[in-house]
């Protein structure tokens, strides 16, 4: 019943600005990574995963991916991306997936169906989510969402109840962004969670919500301009209206202040509560050492990544063991 592996891989990404303002339909502005996720699955007598039995309640995002197989899976993966750390390793997971599940099936999907697959999946398991992350790690480089005009070549539009979401291509500036990781795991649901309960007994958290949209757009613009010094401005202001939020902690906080001396702003990026934060610089080896300093862990990003591909050669044991 074996046979042979379906390799798809697809980009983790970092959001500049916008992350959970943009649960509620409004702007963000989010670029691929170059660290990848790498899936392969091939047909089984048992479902299985990186060698041992796939358990569906911890893996609820392959359940909702593999529902309409009527026989079992082996899934290897192999991930470059820290997981629960706000660089959407659960999106590419999602994302390479199912376009590799397809591929076994014989179906081609397009780019826009490949990404409702993933925001299916990661909607059935962490509930409340917007379909960015989905978004950005199947189309790659760089996208927005819901950003008023200059915009680039329009993508996609997803509406979930009375949210809605339109996403544009981004053609990615030339810019360098450190990511500095804190190792504290953070998945992403409880934040939003926490938010949204927040925005429910509190007018000044919607007004914090209204003031992150406002500055993404402008961030939009001048990134646009390539205007590093408002964009790192913004970054840093989107950090003080995320921890009133209540979505930084004191690690985050740590690396971002040791980051600004050297950079031109610097946030927490994803859903926070741990994971990473991201710096706009051009001193990268000054703030990969600040962030070392404070025990993070620094990376220099190269933007621009790829979005979710199949892969030609199926990866050996090895390679995803790695
Ligand atoms: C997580 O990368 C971004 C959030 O805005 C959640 C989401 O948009 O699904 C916090």
Request: net charge neutral; glycine share 10%; charged share 25%.
């Amino acid at each position: 019943m074996r046979d042979h592996w379906y390799t798809a891989s697809a980009p983790g990404k970092f959001v500049i600005l916008g992350e959970h303002s943009v649960v509620y339909g409004r702007p963000a502005i989010v670029l691929a990574a170059d660290l990848r996720m790498t899936v392969a699955v091939r047909r089984s007598r048992w479902n299985t995963m990186n060698g041992e039995r796939l358990d569906f309640r911890r893996q609820p995002h392959l359940r909702y991916l593999t529902r309409d197989l009527r026989h079992a899976v082996d899934v290897e993966t192999h991930s470059d991306i820290p997981v629960g750390s706000g660089m959407g390793s659960s999106a590419a997971l999602s994302a390479a997936m199912a376009m590799a599940l397809a591929a076994m099936d014989g179906r081609h999907l397009t780019e826009e169906e490949v990404m409702l697959e993933a925001y299916g999946a990661e909607f059935y398991a962490q509930g409340n989510g917007s379909p960015m992350d989905a978004s950005a790690c199947v189309h790659g480089g760089g996208i927005t969402v819901n950003m008023p005009e200059p915009r680039g070549r329009h993508l996609w539009d997803v509406s979930r109840g009375e949210r809605h979401w339109s996403f544009s291509d981004l053609e990615v500036p030339e810019m360098t962004f450190v990511i500095g990781n804190t190792g504290i795991r953070a998945p992403t649901g409880p934040l939003v969670d926490r938010v949204h309960r927040y925005m429910e007994r509190s007018r000044f958290a919607c007004e914090v919500i209204d003031d992150i949209a406002e500055l993404t757009v402008q961030g939009g613009r001048a990134l646009m301009r390539g205007d590093k010094e408002e964009l790192g401005r913004l970054m840093t202001r989107d950090h003080k209206l995320l921890s009133i939020l209540g979505v930084s902690c004191d690690e985050l906080n740590r690396l971002v202040n040791a980051s600004l001396p050297y950079s031109y702003g610097a946030k927490l990026t994803g859903s926070g509560g741990g994971g990473c934060m991201v710096a706009l610089t051009d001193r990268p080896e000054k703030v990969c050492q600040a962030i070392a300093s404070r025990g993070g862990t620094p990376y220099v990003v190269r933007t621009g990544g790829a979005g979710a591909r199949m892969e030609l050669r199926p990866p050996t044991t090895a390679e995803l063991r790695r």
